[in-house]
């Protein structure tokens, strides 16, 4: 027998899931094919700015506003069910704009973080599977 995949054949709720869990707690709802997640979370204030090395990240807002600050481009502001790409490279920063934002984050399995700061202050951040 083999090893369902993550979240295959699971029903899941996005505000149940977050439930109980600092902001910036991510979990990964589900992989595509081994290699791109679904992860969802709610997130408040600024998150450092930083680039991804090995990946473009897809954002969906699902509640609230977030703004995300590129380096070298104008702010792209989003409310609910609004969204944008953000090309592997580019360094930004998001920030939400209303307390209780929620958002769904689609980007490849393992994508890497490279901080402008040495050591940032991430809050609460964490990756983790949904089980």
Do not use: C
Not at 25 to 54: C, M, Q, S
Not at 77 to 104: C, D, N, W
Not at 113 to 122: I, L, M, S, V
């Amino acid at each position: 027998m083999t090893a369902e995949p993550l979240g295959a054949f699971k029903l899941f709720n996005v505000m149940k899931t977050l439930e109980g869990h600092p902001p910036r707690t991510n979990f990964n709802v589900f992989r595509l094919d081994d290699k791109y997640n679904l992860r969802i979370a709610e997130v408040t204030g600024r998150f450092p700015w930083h680039r991804h090395t090995n990946g473009d990240e897809g954002w969906l807002i699902l509640k609230g506003a977030l703004q995300i600050d590129v380096e070298g481009r104008e702010p792209i502001a989003m409310r609910q069910f609004e969204g944008t790409l953000i090309p592997k490279g580019h360094r930004h920063s998001p920030i939400a704009l209303e307390e209780g934002t929620v958002v769904a984050v689609f980007n490849v399995n393992g994508l890497e973080h490279e901080f402008k700061e040495d050591k940032p202050d991430t809050g609460a951040f964490s990756e983790a599977d949904v089980a």
